[in-house]
């Protein structure tokens, strides 16, 4: 009942204020009438108070998020549900719902008064141009009393977070080369041709299955020996996220940063619904392996939260790459490079695995005075990129990427002639 006097409104305090003014006057005046109106007034806000009071401990409170993985750019819907657990009706509710800046200005919505045990649903919706992981709540509830006598604020303490991942474009399938990677004991093999004897062996270890020994390979080496399994051959793909801050241009959700990490998410997905075994590194040292548990959504909830990283380095990012690396194919999303960093990147070739990099020219997303000198070591690099052994695909400002994406699949032909473009180039400066 305490807390519930301190919510008086300004109203509800003029009555009190008014009441002690007519009580004063009804003792000075000896008019017992002026004092009824006295305690009417008194009561008036008093029993506001408690009514208000009571409903404020009844009150249960859900909160849904439709959907609770919103594309950058899209709107998700909120859907508020509150239920009277009263015996008493609550007067009219304002809710206010605590949102951060990216997500707009605080909803404010008007409930209209609950019966004894009745629900009711109110919805608004938010829309982010930004990704990241956005806390909604927790939701303020104003009580009140029809008369407006009396005012209380209920916070319930349930915070959600909508996650607002990069926009996914989809892609054209085409023809990737140079993808297939083995697992399991198969890798370390050659195919046996000639029958049982030369089934690929080896020793025996605690836990096989009894029904896999080969008694003939036993018997000449001595050693218990068993059958290796057979494991088929597998799509791999590890895609490459560049996150230099320094290696980027732009600002906000046009920049060139923004660009690659929609890309990676893109080229993620589609990989993975073409059958891929996709990994996931950053520069910043995310490694993720979707084909474990979480899949697609693990992909688009850690892209939601990457940032660009002033000491990310590529060499830091091929050490992150060849801690694991199962060969297959290989795609990087790259900032501004250096001839000394495509130079560098030779080394994520290694166990066979083919390299596709797309070479952001971020010159283009922010013009200067220098461009040309820009356009010049971004070619430089693009060249540098090629004789490392890499699929080079250049990207500029306003280029999408499923317009982009078919040229990984041009083969030597349409990769030489890039090549052969880049020479010029690079005959020009030098």
């Given at each position: ?8 409104t ?15 006057s ?13 305690v ?15 409903s ?78 956005y ?7 104003r ?15 349930s ?18 080369a ?10 370390a ?38 059958r ?7 799509s791999?793909?590890t ?67 990457v ?15 060849r ?6 194919l ?17 080394g ?12 952001v020219?971020?010159?283009t ?9 820009a ?10 990129l ?18 982009l ?26």
């Amino acid at each position: 009942m305490r807390e519930a006097l301190r919510g008086l409104t300004t109203r509800g305090r003029s009555f009190l204020a008014a009441a002690v003014a007519a009580a004063v006057s009804a003792l000075i005046l000896g008019e017992s009438d002026l004092l009824r109106v006295a305690v009417l007034l008194a009561v008036l806000p008093l029993l506001a108070a408690w009514y208000v009071g009571r409903s404020r401990y009844k009150l249960a409170c859900t909160r849904s998020l439709e959907p609770g993985r919103a594309p950058v750019g899209s709107s998700a819907r909120v859907i508020l549900r509150l239920q009277n657990l009263s015996r008493l009706p609550t007067g009219t509710m304002l809710l206010e719902d605590r949102l951060p800046y990216a997500l707009g200005s605080r909803p404010r919505v008007v409930l209209e008064r609950l019966g004894a045990h009745q629900a009711s649903s109110v919805a608004y919706t938010v829309r982010a141009d930004v990704r990241g992981r956005y806390p909604i709540g927790p939701l303020m509830v104003r009580l009140t009393d029809p008369f407006g006598l009396c005012e209380l604020t209920r916070s319930f303490p349930s915070v959600d977070r909508l996650t607002v991942i990069p926009q996914v474009f989809p892609l054209p399938r085409v023809r990737l080369a140079g993808e297939y990677a083995g697992t399991g004991e198969s890798r370390a093999r050659s195919v046996a041709v000639h029958g049982e004897d030369d089934a690929a062996t080896r020793e025996y270890r605690r836990g096989d299955d009894l029904r896999r020994v080969h008694w003939r390979s036993t018997a000449r080496t001595g050693e218990l020996m068993v059958r290796r399994e057979e494991q088929p051959w597998e799509s791999r793909a590890t895609v490459v996220l560049d996150t230099r801050s320094y290696a980027h241009r732009g600002e906000g959700p046009t920049a060139s940063f923004e660009w690659a990490v929609s890309a990676a998410a893109s080229i993620a997905v589609h990989l993975r619904e073409s059958g891929y075994k996709v990994r996931m590194v950053t520069g910043s040292g995310t490694d993720i392996d979707a084909s474990e548990g979480g899949g697609e959504g693990l992909i688009l909830d850690t892209l939601a939260d990457v940032k660009a990283d002033q000491e990310s380095d590529v060499s830091v990012l091929i050490e992150h790459v060849r801690r694991r690396n199962d060969g297959g194919l290989v795609i990087g999303l790259f900032g501004a490079l250096t001839v000394a960093e495509a130079e560098m990147l030779s080394g994520l070739r290694g166990n066979g695995a083919t390299c596709i990099g797309f070479a952001v020219n971020t010159g283009t997303w922010a013009p200067s005075s220098s461009g040309a000198e820009a356009e010049r070591e971004h070619a430089a690099a693009a060249l540098a990129l090629v004789r490392a052994g890499w699929r080079s695909v250049p990207v500029s400002h306003g280029e999408t990427l499923p317009a982009l994406w078919p040229n990984v699949a041009r083969g030597s032909q349409g990769f030489a002639y890039r090549a052969a473009m880049a020479e010029t180039v690079g005959g020009v400066i030098r």
